[in-house]
């Protein structure tokens, strides 16, 4: 009976020591170096069960010794921390414009740099576009010298209605098996998939603009307009997962068809897909503009109004102030119904800086009540056209940073054991 009881009871102690090696690697991702005595105050483990988890944590190459710490008073404290290079987080985002791809080391650090591709969403089939992604995955981890051995899991952004369980309704849409599902038998690990505005607020709140704050809005403007939030100090994507379709809401006076099939939404006239549709009219036109000249032999994008405006050019600065005019209108409605703390602008558009920073806090001015606006900071991202990117390593990590519940560990536990 009792070798009966001991048997039944080793399934719980294996269990058991895996959540405390979660534990201390959890603490270990949201601190950085920590001592074994202040572990043992984080954890509430004994000494003699840190420094046998931490022993073989080093063994198994999650942890390694980073010798004396600073004294701050007394005895130099040995410091641990987790060994960046124990396994490897890929992020993709699959835009309109580029494909983004990243590699992540376990201290939110990029591999070598963001490879940024063509992207063929809007212009191939989707079998097409998945044959397209594995490539540039693959040409990668060539370009970066890292083996996929080392890659355990992966986050990608995609534009577009996702819901919570991986179930694409916009871009990449498969009826027999979902966009997660799909992408995992396509890369061969597990992987995490959200809107790229929902990603976009994860990064500001890690790593941006939106740093700890704890009621934030995050608006992306790229070829589309997005709404990411962070609401009460928690990502918020609704009762399905696709919340914030900020782009998609009506505009007073506007009779414009949108691209979704409705009339008069805020993308018909300040998203970049409209900006740019009124510069290439403009010049097919002859209108005196400098954007032609700074696209060149080049099709007209975004960037090439952005930077016409830096250069003072008038019309371009005009498109730039009335798309702004419009986002500030709707974000007027966003402050009245959420009274966020902090509201970030992100995405390419950011890159016009007071182009089209002043037009948006003009008009927040104008059609915000004062008691509500004088407690919202509006700013420019930080991070500009790479959050998105930079916010998938936080998707896959985004349980562990918010709830410590993620499974990433349990994902990535058997590559060095």
Known sequence: MEHELSKNALPGLKEKRLQQKKDILTFFYKQGKLSKPEICRMTNMTAPTINRIIGELIETRWVIDRGEGVSVGGKRPHLFSLNPDAAYVLGIDIGRIYLKIAVFNLHKEVIGKIQVFPSILETATKEENLIYLKEKVQETFVNLEIPLARVKVA?????????????SYTYLVYEEMNLKKKLE???GMPVFVDNDSNVMA?????FGGAKDADNALCISVNECIGLGMILNGKPYSGAQGMAGEFGHIR????????????????????SGRAIVTAAREAVKKGLPTAIGTCAGENEIVLGHVITAALQDDIFAIELL?????KIGEGIATLIHLLNPRLLVIGGEIA?????????????VNKYTLSRLRNHCEVKLSNLHEHATIMGTLMLVMQDLYYDDNSDFFQLTMRFNE
Do not use: F, W
């Not at 990608?156 to 991986?166: C, H, M, N, R, T």
């Not at 994860?202 to 890690?206: D, L, P």
């Open 351 to 363: 890159d016009a800086g007071d182009h089209i920073i002043a037009p948006i806090l003009q008009t």
């Open 202 to 206: 994860i990064a500001e709140h890690t």
């Open 251 to 270: 505009m007073l006076g506007i009779d414009l068809p949108c691209y979704c099939g409705k009339i008069g939404c805020l993308e018909s006239v300040a």
């Open 185 to 187: 038998q396509l890369l």
């Open 155 to 167: 986050g990608v952004a995609v534009p577009g209605l996702i819901d919570k369980e991986g179930n």
């Open 321 to 325: 102030q009335r798309a702004g005019e």
